[in-house]
């Protein structure tokens, strides 16, 4: 088997995940390769409605930590929004409770119990970071180019063959097969995009009874209508009459909506774990290989968290 030099890392995985380790990687000296099976704008990451909130991931606590670091990245990334494709934006997140034990909820600055007149029922406002993914990914990938790293389209069937000293596992759903990992499995989410009629906030609702989740993120061009959260679906086609019931529940809640032009569908797969694999094992001939996988629905909101502990575990 070829052999990399010393300090060369090879991250497998381009999405939003493997983008950002690659990124600290290269910036804290490494020469970082990133083997891809797809581009970045065919991953899961491009679809994600990124919205920064912890959902659908464990374990908790250290999710939290990844989560508030996070936080403080896209604060200072939404000083260039129409570059980084962060923005900070004002909302409500319905049928949830301001838990003034939790230490966690004091760390989100502004966080606080909306008013009747903002959402009926419990619900936090919050101002949060929203990020348009496909110029995020953009991004990312041209500041890991200015780093020194590279990035090629290249599938990878057996991470043990592939010839670096440190290599990074950060394949999502992939690693299911990669690394023979059962718990690893997919959440389909359906997406509906249509024109904005002048929506300025996001509306996250959850419906207990039907166990949905409503939500409405406004970007720049468009308004991000969803969702759903279909366990072990992996079919990626875009169903017409789930689209409909998506239509009909954001309208329930923003009436203004109403006939807005749809503009396309999107469905993404989250990786979904019973907790995310972020350690490390070594590999023939005293490489090593970290592993960055199983966010759920929460890859976006822990990135930054997750690829500083990555990096870390990289150190050799």
Partial sequence: MQTAPDGDVIVVGSGVIGLTTAVLLAEGGSRVRVWTREPAELTTSAVAGALWWPYRIEPLASAREWALH?????????????????????????????????????????????????????????????????????????????????????????????????????????????????????????????????????????????????????????????????????????EPAVAERIVERCTRLRPEIAGARVLGHRVGLRPVRDSVRLEREKLSGGRLLVHNYGHGGAGVTVAWGCAREAARLASR
């Fill in 70 to 238: 996070s936080l403080a990245v896209y604060t200072e990334l939404a000083a260039r929004a129409e570059e980084t494709g962060v923005r900070m934006v004002e909302g409500v997140q319905g049928e949830t409770r301001l838990d003034a034990r939790d230490p966690w909820t004091a760390r989100v600055p502004g966080l606080r119990t909306a008013t009747p007149e903002e959402h009926p029922g419990p619900a936090l406002w919050a101002r949060l970071p929203l990020i348009d993914m496909p110029v995020h990914l953009r991004w990312l990938r041209e500041r890991l180019l200015r780093a020194g790293g590279t990035v090629e389209v290249r599938a990878v069937a057996d991470l043990a063959e592939v010839p670096a000293p440190v290599v990074v596992n950060c394949t999502g759903l992939g690693a299911r097969e990669l690394v023979r990992d059962p718990s690893l499995r997919p959440v389909r989410g359906q997406l509906v995009i249509v024109e904005n009629p002048g929506l300025r906030t996001y509306v996250v609702s959850a419906d207990a009874a039907t166990g949905t989740t409503t939500y409405l993120f406004p970007q720049p061009d468009r308004l991000v209508l969803g969702g759903t959260a279909d366990e072990d679906d992996w079919s990626t086609t875009p």
